[in-house]
């Protein structure tokens, strides 16, 4: 593990998609311990441009954007990374579940996921939303998750039922050990890489999968995140009204964390694959 | 029976389960809102009205049609029951009209904007791949950070920037619409103007991001491919650079068509939102106004319509892949 942590600080478009989300993180967390101002206060008149004082101008009620926009972004990364660890569990779980014991839970499992790769995720999301009546910004991530896992596991369920027959397992099992300790202690290192960019992934596409569902009005509540904050601009018409402010510093944030987040995968792809380097 | 027919029997089962749980999905779903979600529905659509007569009329019609006061076994069969007969309940946003022709409304614009830009943007992204994974160098630096960084950006966000600059700033297109307002759909040469003006910006968006995952798909597959031990045989051999390219290009697409078949939900997902952004008379822009009147039969039928399309293009792609697919077949000949 430590020697592709260090295999991994070598890979240019690696660290540069890590600094990049890094230095989103840090100017999250650092930003409100100094402008300590409510997001939600209204400060301002209706879309003022930016200027000195409000660096992204303020929103249709008059509210402070950059302030928004850093709360959204911290809303979003958390909604994102709490989806990737929901889809990336279930995956592996149900993965590693049909890919070893095999047989008929194996069939079953598969088809199961198979059925749910082909209803659009997108579709189950809007009607869970749709009847959940109090979202907070973790049950929509959790909602996000629990329709995101098919991907990873029908990829954990490949690598698996290749690994099961190795000799390696087979000395395992002969030597008496008992099946989660196989799991662990041998399948589980080899595909670890690739759950690692699989978590990326989920967290990437539970990023866009909140935006989406926002800009549809179907958020979470009582918060802000990047999609509510351009659901709010669509709303209230800030194109039409020509404040750009409102609406293009979300879209780039999000298309910028999302752009790291890759550029982290193709970098880990490319170390643990060797095969697709060009 | 045939081979193929085989295979297409199988597909066919296999889809017709899928369709199954959807529909299964789209009843329950909503179906877990609690309290009488009628009355509540009801209560809160009538609100200012002041006819109780009207009030009455429009809670029996969604009692009627939901339900309620049946075992949710039997609220199942008449829901399958209608939908057999092609009703999809009446909207609650525009009472009484049925959703089944706000659906028919939309359903053509939506088709119109989704499927060419769909099918061009993976076209032109295939190719882009192939290419720059094939000549390498200056062409690859650049196509494939660009194509990262596009893809990266959602459906909406590029569709947003894009009316922001070519809509709203450089006034090139108009700013919402499917066609101008003060039109009258005809067959004729203004309207068809018009139609193409209003489609114009929307395509290009879906285009653009659709291109940006195609390419990056294809360019990996294409190097997978280019390291392969029958592409420096075939060199060795003395084959032309042009036909191993062919030969590449035909193994690199197969998992592309895949590919295609996999990602097309979350691709008329983005779209449907790309829709609401240029307020494009689609099924996406439907649905934006259907939640946020908290229609639900037109919510649900919009989920529906999206579930059947996506299935349906699912069964299409497989049934091609099927046919262009050599393994398929040898597969299906070992079974037998």
């Given at each position: 593990m430590n020697s592709s942590f260090r295999i991994l600080i070598k890979s240019p478009k690696f660290m540069f998609g890590a600094c990049m989300l890094l230095a989103m993180i840090g100017m999250v967390l650092i930003y409100p311990l100094f402008n300590r101002n409510d997001p939600l206060e209204m400060i301002a008149l209706a879309y003022q441009p930016p200027d000195s004082?409000?660096?992204?101008?303020?929103d249709n009620f008059g509210r402070d954007l950059f302030l928004e926009l850093i709360y959204g972004i911290r809303t979003s990364l958390q909604v994102g990374l709490i989806a990737g660890v929901f889809a990336t569990v279930i995956g592996l779980v149900i993965g590693l579940a049909s890919g070893y014991i095999g047989g008929i839970i194996d069939n079953l499992l598969t088809a199961i996921t198979n059925i749910f790769i082909v209803i659009p995720s997108f579709v189950i999301l809007i009607l869970i939303s749709v009847s959940i009546d109090s979202r907070s910004s973790f049950v929509t991530a959790v909602i996000i998750g629990i329709t995101s896992w098919p991907w990873t596991a029908r990829a954990v369920r490949a690598q698996t039922s290749s690994?099961?027959?190795?000799?390696?397992?087979?000395?395992?099992?002969?030597?008496?050990?008992?099946?989660?300790?196989?799991?662990?202690?041998?399948?589980?290192?080899?595909?670890a890489s690739y759950v690692v960019m699989a978590f990326v992934l989920q967290t990437a596409s539970g990023i866009l999968s909140e935006a989406s569902i926002s800009m549809l009005g179907l958020g979470p509540y009582n918060t802000i995140s990047l999609g509510i904050i351009m659901n709010w601009a669509l709303v209230f018409e800030a194109p039409v009204a020509g404040a750009w402010w409102a609406f293009i510093p979300a879209a780039i944030s999000i298309a910028i964390i999302t752009f790291s987040l890759y550029m982290m995968n193709t970098g880990m792809d490319e170390i643990f694959n060797p095969k697709i380097r060009s | 029976m045939s081979v193929y027919g085989k295979y297409i029997v199988k597909k066919f089962f296999w889809y017709f389960l899928t369709l199954v749980i959807a529909v299964t999905l789209n009843f329950l779903l909503p179906r877990m809102i609690e309290g009488n979600p009628v009355s509540m529905i009801v209560s809160e659509m009538t609100q200012g009205m002041t006819d109780s007569d009207t009030i009455k009329r429009v809670y029996e019609t969604f009692l009627v049609e939901f339900g309620i006061d049946k075992p949710l076994w039997e609220q199942f069969f008449i829901y399958l029951k209608n939908l057999a007969t092609g009703n999809l309940g009446t909207s609650f946003g525009l009472y009484p009209k049925p959703?089944?022709?706000?659906?028919?409304?939309?359903?053509?614009?939506?088709?119109?904007l989704q499927l060419p830009a769909i099918l061009v943007g993976w076209i032109i992204g295939n190719v882009l791949g192939a290419v720059a994974a094939y000549r390498k160098g200056v062409f690859d630096k650049v196509i494939f950070p660009v194509a990262l960084f596009v893809n990266s950006i959602p459906f909406f966000t590029l569709a947003i920037i894009m009316l922001y600059v070519f809509a709203?700033?450089?006034?090139?297109?108009?700013?919402?619409?499917?066609?101008?307002y003060q039109m009258v759909p005809t067959l004729s040469f203004e309207f068809f103007a018009s139609v193409l003006r209003h489609h114009t910006l929307p395509f290009l968006s879906i285009v653009l991001v659709t291109i940006g995952g195609q390419a990056i798909g294809m360019r990996e597959m294409s190097i997978y491919e280019l390291n392969s031990d029958y592409v420096l045989y075939s060199k060795?051999?003395?084959?032309?650079?042009?036909?191993?390219?062919?030969?590449?290009?035909?193994?690199?697409?197969?998992?592309?068509?895949?590919?295609?078949?996999l990602s097309i939900g979350t691709m008329v997902g983005g779209s449907l939102i790309c829709e609401i952004v240029f307020s494009y008379p689609g099924i996406g822009t439907w649905m934006f106004t259907a939640i946020r009147q908290l229609d639900y039969p037109l919510i649900s039928g919009c989920t529906l319509l999206i579930a059947l399309a996506v299935l349906l293009a699912n069964f299409t792609i497989d049934l091609i892949y099927g046919w262009i697919d050599p393994r398929i077949k040898a597969a299906q000949m070992e079974d037998q």
């Amino acid at each position: 593990m430590n020697s592709s942590f260090r295999i991994l600080i070598k890979s240019p478009k690696f660290m540069f998609g890590a600094c990049m989300l890094l230095a989103m993180i840090g100017m999250v967390l650092i930003y409100p311990l100094f402008n300590r101002n409510d997001p939600l206060e209204m400060i301002a008149l209706a879309y003022q441009p930016p200027d000195s004082k409000l660096l992204l101008g303020s929103d249709n009620f008059g509210r402070d954007l950059f302030l928004e926009l850093i709360y959204g972004i911290r809303t979003s990364l958390q909604v994102g990374l709490i989806a990737g660890v929901f889809a990336t569990v279930i995956g592996l779980v149900i993965g590693l579940a049909s890919g070893y014991i095999g047989g008929i839970i194996d069939n079953l499992l598969t088809a199961i996921t198979n059925i749910f790769i082909v209803i659009p995720s997108f579709v189950i999301l809007i009607l869970i939303s749709v009847s959940i009546d109090s979202r907070s910004s973790f049950v929509t991530a959790v909602i996000i998750g629990i329709t995101s896992w098919p991907w990873t596991a029908r990829a954990v369920r490949a690598q698996t039922s290749s690994l099961r027959n190795r000799d390696h397992v087979n000395i395992a099992k002969i030597s008496g050990y008992s099946t989660p300790r196989i799991i662990v202690s041998e399948i589980l290192p080899y595909i670890a890489s690739y759950v690692v960019m699989a978590f990326v992934l989920q967290t990437a596409s539970g990023i866009l999968s909140e935006a989406s569902i926002s800009m549809l009005g179907l958020g979470p509540y009582n918060t802000i995140s990047l999609g509510i904050i351009m659901n709010w601009a669509l709303v209230f018409e800030a194109p039409v009204a020509g404040a750009w402010w409102a609406f293009i510093p979300a879209a780039i944030s999000i298309a910028i964390i999302t752009f790291s987040l890759y550029m982290m995968n193709t970098g880990m792809d490319e170390i643990f694959n060797p095969k697709i380097r060009s | 029976m045939s081979v193929y027919g085989k295979y297409i029997v199988k597909k066919f089962f296999w889809y017709f389960l899928t369709l199954v749980i959807a529909v299964t999905l789209n009843f329950l779903l909503p179906r877990m809102i609690e309290g009488n979600p009628v009355s509540m529905i009801v209560s809160e659509m009538t609100q200012g009205m002041t006819d109780s007569d009207t009030i009455k009329r429009v809670y029996e019609t969604f009692l009627v049609e939901f339900g309620i006061d049946k075992p949710l076994w039997e609220q199942f069969f008449i829901y399958l029951k209608n939908l057999a007969t092609g009703n999809l309940g009446t909207s609650f946003g525009l009472y009484p009209k049925p959703v089944t022709e706000i659906l028919a409304s939309a359903v053509p614009w939506t088709i119109g904007l989704q499927l060419p830009a769909i099918l061009v943007g993976w076209i032109i992204g295939n190719v882009l791949g192939a290419v720059a994974a094939y000549r390498k160098g200056v062409f690859d630096k650049v196509i494939f950070p660009v194509a990262l960084f596009v893809n990266s950006i959602p459906f909406f966000t590029l569709a947003i920037i894009m009316l922001y600059v070519f809509a709203l700033s450089l006034n090139w297109f108009p700013l919402h619409g499917g066609y101008d307002y003060q039109m009258v759909p005809t067959l004729s040469f203004e309207f068809f103007a018009s139609v193409l003006r209003h489609h114009t910006l929307p395509f290009l968006s879906i285009v653009l991001v659709t291109i940006g995952g195609q390419a990056i798909g294809m360019r990996e597959m294409s190097i997978y491919e280019l390291n392969s031990d029958y592409v420096l045989y075939s060199k060795l051999l003395g084959i032309r650079d042009s036909k191993i390219a062919k030969y590449v290009f035909r193994n690199a697409m197969l998992p592309q068509i895949t590919g295609l078949a996999l990602s097309i939900g979350t691709m008329v997902g983005g779209s449907l939102i790309c829709e609401i952004v240029f307020s494009y008379p689609g099924i996406g822009t439907w649905m934006f106004t259907a939640i946020r009147q908290l229609d639900y039969p037109l919510i649900s039928g919009c989920t529906l319509l999206i579930a059947l399309a996506v299935l349906l293009a699912n069964f299409t792609i497989d049934l091609i892949y099927g046919w262009i697919d050599p393994r398929i077949k040898a597969a299906q000949m070992e079974d037998q």
